[in-house]
């Protein structure tokens, strides 16, 4: 324990001295060093060169022909009335196959076809017309009934009439039209509002003697 106290004592006696000679030893290393490095030189920083790759091709190669050309549908035309067709155009064939297969033409537009109108209470009849009794269908002896489709307006007057059946003369029918158009009605009501509305009338001929 003695001579470790005696050499702590010795080695704290001599601390300055070993800091001293470290530092030294330390610049003399730092000045070798810098003394025998080479020299900075600055280089800028250049891009390395692109290398190119040369690919031999063959000179001579066939292009693929053309596609064919498909000829255009010919489109007929219609000459309009009064324009004058030049001889040398040239006019599509028309072709008949498979007529029986076209689709029947629609319809004609039915004369009874009416419009539709919504409403709570109908039309009421206030002033009836009789028809006048044709002279021949008179004579004749001819009765039957005409069923009219009549347009009552909001004012209760007959806008429109048409026939939807009859099984009598024309004669009789244009009678039954021009007295219908002269019935008064009490318009038809949507709520409390007074509306246009349709109905079926039918009008009557019968002889007084039959």
């Known amino acids: ?8 004592q ?10 001293r000679n470290a530092l030294y030893l330390t610049l003399v290393l730092h000045f070798v060093g810098i003394y025998f490095s080479p020299p900075f030189e600055f280089k800028p920083y250049v891009l390395k060169e692109q290398e190119f790759i ?3 091709t063959a000179e001579d190669f066939e292009l693929p022909p053309p596609p064919k050309e498909i ?17 040398d155009t040239e ?3 028309t072709s008949f196959d498979r007529i029986e297969n076209l689709p029947p033409p629609p319809p004609p537009p039915s004369e009874s076809a ?26 004749a002896g001819i009765e039957g009934t005409v069923l009219l489709r009549v347009v009552v307006g909001t004012d209760g007057k007959v806008e429109s009439a048409t026939v939807i059946q009859s099984d009598v003369t024309p004669a009789m029918e244009k009678a039954a039209l021009a007295a219908a158009r002269k019935f008064l009605f009490k318009p038809a009501k949507q709520r409390t509002v007074p509306v246009r509305a349709s109905m079926a009338v039918p009008i009557r001929f019968k002889l007084h003697g039959s």
């Open 71 to 87: 000829d255009q549908p010919v489109v007929p035309m219609a000459a309009e009335e009064g324009e004058e067709v030049d001889e």
């Open 54 to 56: 040369v690919i031999d």
């Open 91 to 93: 006019i599509a064939p």
């Open 114 to 139: 009416s419009e539709f109108y919504a409403f709570d209470e109908p039309p009421q009849l206030i002033r009836y017309v009789p028809p006048s009794y044709p002279a021949l269908a008179r004579q």
């Open 1 to 8: 324990m003695a001579g470790t106290a005696v050499a702590n």
């Open 10 to 19: 010795k080695f704290k006696a001599g601390y300055n001295r070993y800091l």
